[in-house]
């Protein structure tokens, strides 16, 4: 599975790393949902933590589409909802 | 799918954004061949945007070094004006010096602060602007290649492949530049404020200027003091004259020696 971290690249994940994200993007899901800065934070940082230190990078070169995306490591829970929310991601 | 979309996950959902919008551009080109021109061509407009967007943000960060460097010296003038005060013994003139530079200090601090967010903003995107031009160089070849291989239909699936993969990088660029513009925009106003204060002579009036009242009273205080040891001297002056007619002061008084006592000091041949 390829993961992309929104400003910081791609990473590839085997199966077994990426069964390891799927409660944290599942909890990061939950504090995006009911508004918990804090607690959104946390996991944010865990999911990239997980993804940068078990995944490996992929090329920079590489044209591969990523299968989950992850917000930018400082993103804030306001800046997240509003990238759920909009259409405003300028693809040029 | 409007039910589920809001328990679906964060991650799912962002990939589906910008895959969604990949897509939406693909249906607006009818031939496909066309795609890939236009695209590279869009690829390197962004790439141009930010390259330019690292250059704009290193003329931020340097602003704000050149600006700390000033407030740095106007700090450390402070001190040295609380020092010189404090050896003349005006602590109240020592206390406002230090107040001011407690107020300069606090201002560095926060373009200390200013700096390392545009110092990070930088690197974030000379990082994507890797990535976009890696990713561009391998799109223009694919492009050619698709061009010179295949017929329209066959290559409908490889140009969807290169476009959806240039598309999300182009976004996620795209969104590095929006947040470095969002800082840096929001420094520059600071920053202008800072150049304004600067200016005004607020901060910098420097010595002697007549906005500064504790240097104008050191200055005072510095001219009193010539004055004195002027007088000092005259009045030392006055008195070596008068010192053969007061033979009784007498022996303490070695400038008005005139034994040459130099003369009497043995040298070795």
């Known amino acids: 599975m390829i993961v992309r971290i929104l400003g910081a690249g791609q990473y590839k994940l085997d199966e077994a790393q990426a069964a390891r994200l799927t409660p944290l993007d599942a909890e990061l899901t939950a504090t995006v949902d009911r508004g918990d800065e804090q607690a959104f934070k946390q996991a944010l940082d865990a999911a ?45 | 799918m409007k039910g589920t979309a809001a328990s679906m996950s964060v991650m799912k959902r962002v990939s589906l954004i910008f895959r969604a919008k990949a897509n939406k551009a693909l249906d607006r080109m009818e031939d ?71 107020g300069v200090q606090g201002q560095l601090n926060d373009l200390q602060s200013q700096f390392a967010s545009l110092q990070e903003q930088e690197e974030k995107l000379t990082f994507a602007s890797q990535q976009l031009d890696a990713k561009v160089q391998t799109f223009r070849t694919r492009k050619e290649t698709i061009k010179a291989t295949y017929t329209a239909a066959e290559a409908q699936t490889r140009i969807n492949e290169a476009f959806s993969g240039i598309s999300e990088e182009m976004g996620d660029v795209g969104l590095a530049i929006q ?37 104008a009273e050191l200055d005072k205080m ?32 070695a400038a008005a020696d005139p034994s040459g006592a130099s003369a009497a000091e043995p040298q070795d041949g």
């Open chain 2, 222 to 253: 510095g001219a009193s003091t010539d004055v004195d040891s002027e007088l000092a001297r005259m009045k030392g002056e006055l008195t070596s004259k008068s010192v053969p007619q007061i033979e009784a002061n007498g022996s303490g008084e």
């Open chain 2, 32 to 102: 496909p061949r066309e795609t890939l021109d236009y695209s590279y061509q869009q690829q390197v407009e962004m790439l141009t945007r930010v390259r330019r967007g690292v250059a704009d943000v290193a003329t931020s960060r340097k602003r704000v070094e050149l600006q700390m460097n000033q407030l740095q010296k106007e700090s450390d003038r402070r001190e040295t004006q609380a020092r010189t005060a404090l050896a003349q013994g005006r602590e109240d003139l020592a206390r406002a010096a230090l107040q001011q530079k407690a």
């Open chain 1, 48 to 92: 990239v933590t997980l993804v940068r230190e078990a995944g490996s990078a992929v090329a920079a070169d590489s044209l591969a589409t990523s299968d989950v995306i992850l917000p930018s490591p400082d993103a804030s829970l306001t800046e997240v909802r509003k990238l759920l929310a909009e259409d405003g991601i300028a693809l040029g």
């Open chain 2, 179 to 215: 947040r470095a513009e969002d800082k840096t925009a929001q420094m520059q106003a600071r920053a202008g404020a800072i150049d304004e204060l600067l200016a005004s002579g607020a901060l910098e009036d420097h010595v002697g200027g007549s906005h500064d009242a504790i240097q």
